[in-house]
């Protein structure tokens, strides 16, 4: 075979070989590890704020009758919260009612004795502690026409709470991936991704409560509120 021929031969078989070396798993890519984990982050805060349910309600011999006689209440409760510096923003009537009532006999007969006219209001006061006082501002100028439904304190910024939730979040989540990596042998790389789950939830207290003290004016307990923060946070290894 000429020399000629041999060079032929190899400038064929060179392509062959080289793609054959490429191809080969020893040189494949290895695959991409990692480690993901879960974790959260609560913090506790002192409520900054209280929501107030009241309703003013009246009765009277017409439905007319007892629409004024209602909004006249509604009136004065309406000036005892501006009084008391709650925003006319804060303060909204969440519903406006009026139905007959009867009495009822035994016999089941029914008898009309007038109307009840009702306004429902809800209650911002941004100064969770002055809400006692408002409160109190609020009967007395409403008399025995205004019902309290309920007081909720609840955390009106949870901003700066939610950033702490966070911090105890990502500490938690990567005491958790180093545990898992100790266990392993291995060590953390840089962090792939973070996701927070939703937005920061915030628990209320099973019951909050208005009650009188030794002074006999109105004391909202304010307690605590849980903020959390859940977190995916993904290592690479």
């Known amino acids: 075979m000429t020399s000629s021929t ?26 991409a590890r990692y480690i993901t984990v879960s974790a959260e982050g609560t913090v506790k805060v002192v409520p900054d ?18 629409l ?10 309406r000036k005892a919260l501006t009084s008391a510096g709650i925003a006319v923003k804060d303060i909204s009537t969440q519903n406006v009612t009026i139905y007959p009532e009867y ?3 035994n016999s089941g007969t ?19 502690d002055k809400a006692g006082t408002v409160v109190d501002d609020v009967v007395t100028a ?17 901003s700066k709470a939610a950033e702490s939730a966070r911090a105890v979040a990502v500490k938690n989540a990567k005491a958790k ?14 962090v792939n991704y973070l996701n927070e789950s939703g937005s920061p ?4 207290p099973m019951y909050a409560t208005a009650a009188k003290a030794e002074s006999d004016a109105t004391v909202v307990d304010l307690g605590e509120q849980d903020v959390t923060v859940s977190i995916t946070v993904q290592w690479a290894l």
């Open 6 to 31: 041999l060079k032929k031969i190899f400038l064929v078989l060179a392509p062959i070989a080289l793609i054959a070396a490429v191809s080969t798993p020893a040189n494949a890519a290895a695959p």
């Open 49 to 66: 704020a209280v929501r107030l349910s009241a309703t003013v309600t009246t009765v009277a011999a017409t439905s007319k009758e007892a």
């Open 68 to 77: 004024a006689a209602n909004s006249s209440s509604a009136a004065k409760v």
């Open 103 to 105: 009495k009822y006999e």
């Open 110 to 128: 029914s008898t009309l004795t007038g109307y009840r006219a009702s306004q429902v209001f809800s209650v911002v006061i941004r100064a969770a």
């Open 142 to 158: 409403g008399g025995d026409s205004v019902q309290i439904n309920s007081t909720s304190p609840f955390v009106l910024d949870a």
């Open 177 to 190: 991936a180093t545990s898992y990596a100790k266990l392993l042998g291995i060590k953390l790389g840089k």
């Open 201 to 204: 939830s915030i628990t209320p």
